[in-house]
């Protein structure tokens, strides 16, 4: 499922970033962090610590466990035992030094020397890490690199063709467009980070197109007190309705829910013995009227059947009609008139893309669908209809159909998707 668009998404992550890489414009900059809680154990550095040296690029707690063993040993070599252990293991070395009582220098001419020197070392690393700040603050040398508009129009190119190519609406690839420079443009991205915020802007952007209000199916039928809970189906010749209604009908049954089919597409030649079978085979009861029959009337006889016999669903088959066709986009007016469905189900197939988006839209327009069933994903490497169609509608896709067998319904996953597009 969507192996193409992901291997071009990949790419065109990995171009991009090298054009970043390549044509940023480079900036270093040294930043203040806060400090943090020094660690308990202490080290044995006899020396000056080298952290505490001009110029020291030591990680902030080298520099602590280095100036404590400092302190802990030029103490030892003043008063010549060993120190008390401090009540709190991590109050500050330096403010210890200054609670604590300076011993007098004695000894030989020459311990008085080395002494006095070690004192006066300490003095000036004292100095240093106040005009430093070191126990306030700890500095970091960060290199980014930033790209303007027009280096960002030129980059993403390589992008908008992978979208395009696989079928992702305009509107779409306008709005990733926009989040990507929103996020990118005169930012400063860490160089050692240039691919990785690229692929979570992206990441970022593509999760936000499946923000629709989502509708738990099985929870609201439950939910439903006044019986039955009516879903008609739509969408174009050969979407996938039939086969869908099928697969829904045998997932309500593992649910222990009942339904009953309504054979309104009397249009099209087969389509009641097709619907017939999975019917048998599901051993579900279905209701028919003769070919050219008004569908509006065998869904008004489900429905009453269902009342009559207190099944839960009543699932309404329709033909297939182009959205252009006026005859037919009245015909379905009808259907909801009379039916009154809980929920308006578009069919679309995954694999065409744009003209699913497109349908989807008219659609909507016409009856103001519900929700989307994405047929045939199992067969579409682009994913493009998949990305799109819940954006552009405003409606969510409820099931991604994604085989020929009953099982093969699943309720629609954004994780999944985002996976399947190498974005998880
Ligand atoms: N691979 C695959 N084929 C499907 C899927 N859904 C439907 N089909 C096939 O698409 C064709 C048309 O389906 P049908 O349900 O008759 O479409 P309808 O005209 O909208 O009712 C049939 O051959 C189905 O088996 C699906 O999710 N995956
Ligand atoms: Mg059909």
């Known amino acids: ?37 020094p660690p308990k154990e202490e080290s044995n550095a ?12 030591t990680s902030r707690s080298e520099t602590r466990s280095q100036v404590t063993g400092f302190f802990a040993k030029l103490k030892e070599k003043f008063t010549g035992k060993e120190e008390e252990k401090k009540e709190e293991e991590h109050v500050h070395p330096i403010k210890t ?12 001419e020459e311990e008085i020397q080395e002494k006095t020197e070690a004192k006066e070392e300490l003095t000036i690393a004292y100095k240093e890490s106040e005009k430093k700040g070191f126990f306030a603050t700890i500095t970091e040398k960060i290199t980014t690199t930033k790209i303007d508009n027009a280096q960002f129009e030129k980059l993403f190119w390589e992008l908008e063709m992978a979208l395009m190519e696989n079928n992702v609406s305009v509107e779409v690839i306008e709005k990733i467009k926009n989040d990507l420079k929103e996020q990118l443009v005169e930012k400063p991205i ?61 997932m309500l049954k593992e649910e222990k829910i009942s339904c009953v089919l309504a054979a309104s597409d009397t249009f099209r030649a087969a389509s009641i013995e097709q619907l017939q079978q999975h019917a048998d085979k599901l051993g579900i009861k279905m ?16 429905i009453k059947h269902a009342k009559a016999k207190s099944i839960d669903v009543v699932l309404i088959d329709t033909a297939g ?11 379905m007016k009808k259907i909801i008139r009379v039916a009154k469905p809980d929920l308006k189900i578009f069919v679309g197939e995954s694999i065409t893309g744009n003209d699913c988006v497109e349908q989807a839209k008219t659609f909507n327009e016409a009856v103001g669908i519900d929700g989307i069933i ?44 985002m996976k399947s597009l190498g974005l998880a």
Do not use: C, W
């Open 374 to 417: 994405l047929a045939k994903a199992d067969i579409d490497e682009k994913g493009g209809a998949a990305v799109s169609v819940s954006y552009v509608t405003k409606k969510p896709i409820l099931f991604l159909g994604t085989g020929q067998k009953y099982g093969d319904l699943q309720v629609f996953n954004s994780e999944v998707v």
């Open 1 to 37: 499922m969507f192996k193409f668009l992901k291997e071009k998404l990949k790419s065109a992550i990995s171009k991009i970033s090298e054009g970043v890489e390549k044509e940023g414009k480079v900036e270093e900059k040294i930043v203040e962090k806060p400090a943090e809680e």
């Open 190 to 250: 860490k160089r050692t980070k240039v691919e990785e915020t690229i692929q979570e802007t992206l990441k970022n952007s593509v999760e936000k197109l499946f923000e629709t209000s989502t509708i738990d199916l099985i929870e609201e039928i439950k939910n439903k007190k006044e019986k039955p809970y009516i879903i008609a189906f739509f969408g174009i010749n050969g979407s996938g309705k039939t086969t869908s209604i099928a697969k829904l009908a045998n």
């Open 97 to 108: 030094e200054k609670k604590y009582e300076k011993p007098k220098i004695t000894g030989s």
């Open 46 to 57: 006899s020396e000056l610590p080298a952290s505490l040296r001009a110029g020291s690029q």
């Open 321 to 331: 009609r182009m959205h252009s066709n006026t005859n037919l986009i009245d015909e």
């Open 287 to 302: 209701i028919k009227h003769d070919y050219g029959s008004d569908p509006a009337a065998v869904a008004f006889d489900a």
